[in-house]
């Protein structure tokens, strides 16, 4: 794929946005047009990246957003509401949003989708992000584009301000770091850079209309990802173990007084589901080697450039 192709990154202020332009900057992409709502994100993102367009722009709204898809090789779409208390966020952002997208290639005839959907869609969990991400890509499927959907596990990397990002910098913070009842949840993280890796291979392989089910390589119980961010933090707070219902009601009790509370229930239901992704061979599909878990992690809480910026919620 040409160097200068144009590359249209909706929802780019975000983990995986953030991320991933670093990546494609690195692999020598120059043409990137970077939109974004979320004014202090974006604002990181113009100070990080001066050289590429970045626009501000609501995209569940009709916009002069739609003009910079003019002339685009290819649209890498990443725009998605990842938590809020109720279901109109994520209506507005998983659906409306897309709706629109798509409108939007199929006026400017952008031969190429590639669509950041998530393990989820293939969960056992009930809950708003896994149901309007189902709908979302089943958007993007019946849509008539070519497209790649990718769905991603729980990731970690540079910039999270959530999940495993938020909970280093809460163990940072207080005395004792609790665990939901044992702790042994099952989880399959997946390396950020890594997956930005698999992305802008998806982007030049152009695979006609396939999903692929990206995976973290390594299943790691929960409580094994805290002690291994103490470790690589190097951290003395102690892990406490919490009776499993009074961890929820405690979440509970602080979401009544935060618009938007770093977790919620719905989220900690969705740990304790019982779900195991499928793992292909993603290594070999895109070419892109695995970095091991606990090397993934040193990078990202040690970097010297990146592990010390916090995006906002």
């Keep these: 794929m040409d160097k200068s192709a144009k590359i249209v990154i909706p929802g780019a202020a975000g983990l995986v946005g953030q991320n991933l332009i670093v990546e494609l900057k690195e692999q020598g992409f120059n043409n990137l047009v970077a939109i974004d709502k979320h004014p202090q994100n974006t604002k990181i993102l113009k100070e990080l990246h001066p050289d590429i367009e970045v626009i501000e722009a609501d995209l569940s709204e009709d916009g002069d957003w739609k003009y910079a898809f003019k002339d685009a090789s290819v649209v890498l779409m990443l725009q998605a509401q990842i938590g809020a208390p109720t279901i109109e966020p994520f209506i507005k952002n998983n659906i409306e949003s897309t709706k629109l997208i798509l409108e939007v290639i199929k006026e400017y005839n ?28 089943k958007l993007v ?29 809460f163990m940072e913070k207080v005395p ?23 992305i802008i291979s998806a982007m030049q392989m152009q695979p006609e209309n396939k999903i692929y089910n990206i995976t973290g390589k390594e299943k790691i119980d929960y409580i094994d990802i805290i002690r291994t961010i103490k470790r690589v933090k190097g951290l003395k707070t102690p892990i406490v173990k ?5 961890f929820k009601g405690l979440m509970a009790t602080y979401a009544l007084f935060s618009k938007n509370p770093p977790f919620t229930t719905q989220q900690l239901d969705a740990l304790v589901a019982d779900d195991e992704f499928e793992l292909i061979e993603w290594w070999d599909i895109f070419g892109v080697e695995p970095t091991p878990f606990e090397d ?7 970097d010297p450039k990146y592990s010390k910026i916090i995006l906002k919620f």
């Design 141 to 169: 499927v019946e849509s008539g584009v070519k497209y790649c959907v990718l769905r991603p596990t729980l990731m970690f990397g540079w910039f999270d301000r959530k999940h495993l990002g938020w909970l280093s910098r």
């Design 296 to 302: 993934a992690m040193r990078e990202t809480f040690n």
């Design 110 to 137: 952008i031969p190429y989708l590639v669509h950041i959907s998530s393990s989820v869609v293939n969960s056992v969990a009930n809950d708003f992000y896994t149901n309007t991400k189902k709908e979302q890509e």
């Design 176 to 198: 004792f770091f609790p665990i939901p009842g044992d702790g042994k949840y099952m989880r399959q993280p997946l390396y950020e850079r890594d997956f930005c890796r698999i």
């Design 242 to 246: 919490i009776p499993f219902k009074l």
